[in-house]
């Protein structure tokens, strides 16, 4: 990327903000961040343009045999917010919540999540509005195949590849692979990632997540000159994401003193069993009743004086309330969207060094996309090589962003969104607009 970038702001055309409006709204937050980068960044206004407009939006009806004989029909999105580096790549969820707005702002996120990291992958997200929890596997499979053959046209390793997300997992991907499959009549494993392991999935997938907030924490600790060992964590948040970084932070010599779940939090100045905690959770789903430490709230968890804190559950976690009454040293942002827009200048002014989402979660995506390369060359990597390249990828990414942000005295946030946008942007322009 050139060095000077900048043009007058007042040649940006400005975003329409007719969605989105408020501090708590995480599109919003994602969009308010998009626009700081992209007014510090030479985009024309032609290709600030392009990259505020999704691709391609699709909404289908989904009728649906139910179990008592009655047809119902949902509603069903797939929304490609940009391909310009390559196929679309984004999960697809089921939910009672999904609006064309929240996947077409979600579409957004994965473009620039994959371009910071690098991928050959564009972004995309789906969904179809309904309750999974109150249907059978049978409804859920025939919903899942029924809007699998919608979007079929759309689908496929060159062109769109979806992944799982709210309440879908391997099994829903493994439908997708299949009617997919007996549509092109050939099977076709690349068309999806986050499958089983057996037919087709990447061994550390399940992982991948919680290693890469594991890989950037080790080098913004290294960057500020502080010693992993004995480094204090408090991780909001013990599913998949928050329960894999606390033990391999653990593994790495940093002090787990705090955790929590939606049943509440655990803390222990002297460093918790983290092994034990998940055992816990094994046996009781939850992490309620565990003995280890003193009980907390996740809102005390979030302002302990720790050095690095990985809220990795919800989105607007830290906002303009409470950002002044954080502690920690180093932020990860392991879940997405933690952090609302009002509060990266409070945590800016306190020197808070804060891995944005884009970069700090985006192991999941990367050992997707090793996922789709294995299954598109038909040969798979042993689990070490997997943890290897996600280590390089995120490691490159992290030093990257930390380059960019030196350059232009920018925090971690807008120099993440500053890269994957000069990304996206470069090959726009190389491309040229397609008349
Ligand atoms: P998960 O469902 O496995 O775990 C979520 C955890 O958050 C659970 O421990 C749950 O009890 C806890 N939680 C829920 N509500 C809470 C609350 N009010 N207070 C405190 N804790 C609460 O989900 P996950 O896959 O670990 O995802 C966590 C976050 O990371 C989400 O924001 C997700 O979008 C993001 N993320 C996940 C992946 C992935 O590969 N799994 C990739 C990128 C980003």
């Known amino acids: 990327m050139a060095t000077d970038l900048r043009l007058p702001t007042s040649t940006i055309?400005?975003?329409?903000?007719?969605?989105?409006?408020?501090?708590?709204?995480?599109?919003?937050?994602?969009?308010?961040?998009?626009?700081?980068?992209?007014?510090l960044?030479?985009?024309?206004?032609?290709?600030?343009q392009v990259l505020r407009h999704p691709e391609k939006q699709i909404t289908i009806s989904v009728p649906v045999m139910m179990d008592n004989g009655e047809v119902k029909v949902f509603t069903g999105h797939r929304v490609l917010y940009n391909t310009s580096r390559g196929p679309a790549k984004g999960g697809i969820r089921f939910d009672m919540a999904v609006t064309l707005d929240e996947v077409t702002a979600l579409a957004a996120w994965m473009t620039w999540k994959c371009a910071v990291v690098n991928l050959p992958f564009g972004g995309a997200k789906g969904g179809v509005v309904c309750d999974p929890l109150g249907m059978s596997v049978g409804e859920l499979e025939r919903l899942t195949r029924r809007y699998t053959a919608g979007i079929i046209s759309t689908l496929g390793p060159d062109s769109d590849v979806p992944a799982p997300d709210v309440n879908t997992n391997e099994r829903?991907?493994?439908?997708?692979?299949?009617?997919?499959?007996?549509?092109?009549?050939?099977?076709v494993t690349a068309v999806v990632t986050g499958k089983p392991v057996e037919m087709g999935g990447s061994l550390g997938r399940r992982e991948a997540t919680g290693r890469g907030v594991m890989f950037v924490v080790r080098e913004a600790l290294g960057h500020l000159q502080r010693p992993m060992a004995g480094a204090t964590v408090a991780v909001q948040g013990f599913g998949n994401v928050?329960?894999?970084?606390?033990?391999?932070?653990?593994?790495?010599?940093?002090?787990i003193v705090a955790i929590s779940d939606r049943t509440g939090?655990?803390?222990?100045?002297?460093?918790?069993?983290v092994d034990a905690a998940i055992a816990h959770v094994q046996r009781h789903k939850t992490l309620e009743g565990f003995t280890g430490g003193d009980a907390l709230t996740n809102e005390a968890l979030l302002e302990l004086d720790v050095d690095v804190l990985v809220p990795a559950a919800l989105e607007n976690v830290i906002t303009s309330k409470n950002a002044q009454r954080i502690k920690a040293r180093i932020i990860a942002e392991g879940a997405n969207g933690p952090t609302s827009a009002g509060a990266d200048a409070i945590l800016e002014e306190k020197g808070i060094f804060v891995i944005p989402d884009?970069?700090?979660?985006?192991?999941?995506v990367t050992v997707s996309y090793f996922e789709w390369v294995q299954d598109r060359g038909g040969y798979f990597w042993s689990e070490d090589v997997v943890n290897e390249r996600l280590r390089d990828i995120m490691t490159r990414s992290f030093h990257d962003v930390l380059a960019l942000s030196r350059q232009h005295r920018v925090n971690m946030r807008t120099a993440a969104?500053?890269?994957?946008?000069?990304?996206?942007?470069?090959?726009h322009k190389l491309r040229g607009i397609y008349a």
């Open 41 to 48: 960044l030479d985009l024309d206004p032609g290709i600030y």
């Open 13 to 39: 055309v400005l975003p329409d903000k007719d969605r989105f409006l408020n501090e708590e709204n995480p599109f919003e937050a994602m969009m308010s961040r998009f626009d700081r980068a992209a007014a």
């Open 417 to 427: 969104y500053m890269l994957s946008i000069s990304r996206v942007a470069t090959v």
């Open 265 to 273: 939090g655990y803390h222990n100045p002297a460093g918790l069993d």
């Open 172 to 187: 829903v991907m493994a439908w997708i692979m299949d009617t997919y499959s007996m549509h092109v009549r050939h099977t």
């Open 242 to 255: 928050g329960s894999v970084a606390a033990r391999l932070l653990g593994q790495q010599g940093c002090k």
């Open 358 to 364: 884009i970069l700090a979660n985006a192991g999941g």
